[in-house]
Structures are given as structure tokens and as C-alpha cells.
């Protein structure tokens, strides 16, 4: 049983090494390839490829990173990587039988799609747990959402904001507007099976109702991630 538990010991030793080092590294560095973009490419055919270009988030409009936010996690500013409240309010619909929807704040999410793979398994959950507060512990919220908006899944093979700004309207991150920001964010619960140009009418209710957030919110700007 000593052996058993010295081995246990060592490999949880191991991997909080090597995962606390895994998230220092991609603190500075951009990150160039993520698990979901692996899998994607092993199960799509030979037409597929992958979509992907690093932007510092100076150059990804601003409206973009604020259409996320009103989206996907609007007390990303506020929180420590986990939103209770967002929590509880999805549980509670779920059990009412409402449409299924999931709690996670975009640090969460950003933390699944760098580090993890897609699953609903208590393992990844609990990963996705550690890996959330590590990367809310060493790196800033500003650097949280620069690797979400290169990393997120985006289209069919679109992976980051210039490649979906590119992909979807023919520009870049740097010059997308509220309209064409807000049309990606209405995507994001399912960008394979929803369009962010042209737009079905569902997507453009969300769209509408994102950018209505967009100026509930307010002013935004990049000095307010770095606060």
C-alpha cells in the first residue's frame, strides 16, 4: 500500500508540475493548436481544414471582445473563473425542463478548449475546474480573453476571431463592426450548425438581443479588462 500511495503522490505531484507550467507558458506565448482542432481534423474528411491566425488582442475590435461578454459571460470582469449565480439559474432550467444551457464563464470555457476535450464526464469537469483556476490565478483577464478569442470554435473549421472575420464577412478582427461582432457571438452556442452570414431568424433575434446588452453594458474598453 506504501508503494501504491507513493506512486499516487508522485503522479499528482507530476501533474500539477506540469500543468502549472503548461499554463505558464501559454501566459506569454500564443497558443497554436488546441485539442478541439486536433479532433476535428481526425474526424472530418479530407476536405477539411482548419482556420486559425493568433491576434493580439489589440487587434481584435473591441466590439468583439464586448459582444462575447454580453453573450457568453457578463460578469467576466467581476468573477474568480466561476459564476455561482449563472450556475444556479442554468440548473434551475434545466430542471424546469427548459432549453439546456450550461453555466460556463468564458474563463471555463477557455480553459476546456485549450487544455481539455469536449465531454461531459467528471474527469473533464473536474480538470476543467483546476485548469480554470489556475489560469484565473497566473494569468490576467485580459490574457483570458485574448487566448479565448484565438482559440474558440467559430464556423466549421474556424478557429479565433480573424479567421472568422475573415471567414464570415471578409475582413479582419481588428475592423469588424457591432453588427458583424454581434452576428459571431449569436453563433458561438453552436458554430457548426448555426451561420453568422447570412443570418436564420434565430440568430438574428439573438443578435439583436446581443447588441441591446452590448449598450446596456456601456462603455468598454480594453482598460477596463487590465483594471
Request: with cysteine; charged share 20%; hydrophobic share 40%.
Amino acid at each position: 500500500m506504501k508503494c501504491i500511495y507513493k506512486f499516487l503522490l508522485k503522479t499528482l505531484l507530476w501533474f500539477v508540475a506540469i500543468s502549472v507550467i503548461w499554463v505558464l507558458v501559454y501566459k506569454f506565448v500564443p497558443v497554436p493548436f488546441t485539442p478541439l482542432m486536433a479532433i476535428r481534423s481526425i474526424n472530418s474528411d479530407k476536405k477539411y481544414s482548419t482556420k486559425h491566425q493568433w491576434k493580439p488582442i489589440s487587434e481584435i475590435s473591441e466590439n468583439l471582445q464586448l459582444a462575447v461578454i454580453c453573450s457568453e459571460d457578463q460578469n467576466f470582469l467581476k468573477h474568480n473563473g466561476f459564476d455561482v449565480k449563472a450556475l444556479k439559474e442554468a440548473y434551475l432550467e434545466n430542471q424546469e425542463g427548459k432549453r439546456m444551457r450550461g453555466g460556463s464563464t468564458i474563463s471555463q470555457q477557455t480553459a476546456k478548449n485549450v487544455f481539455l476535450w469536449q465531454g461531459r464526464n467528471w474527469l473533464r469537469k473536474g480538470l476543467e475546474v483546476w485548469f480554470t483556476f489556475l489560469i484565473e490565478t497566473l494569468w490576467s483577464k485580459e490574457r483570458i480573453l485574448e487566448v479565448y478569442l484565438n482559440s474558440i470554435e467559430m464556423g466549421k473549421g474556424v478557429f479565433g476571431a480573424e479567421a472568422a472575420a475573415n471567414y464570415w464577412f471578409n475582413t479582419s478582427a481588428k475592423k469588424l463592426n457591432k453588427n458583424q461582432a454581434s452576428a459571431i457571438a449569436a453563433i458561438l452556442p453552436n458554430p457548426l450548425k448555426y451561420s453568422a452570414n447570412p443570418v436564420s431568424k434565430y440568430i438574428n433575434s439573438r443578435k439583436n438581443w446581443i447588441q441591446q446588452q452590448m449598450r446596456y453594458f456601456g462603455t468598454f474598453s480594453l482598460k477596463e479588462i487590465k483594471k
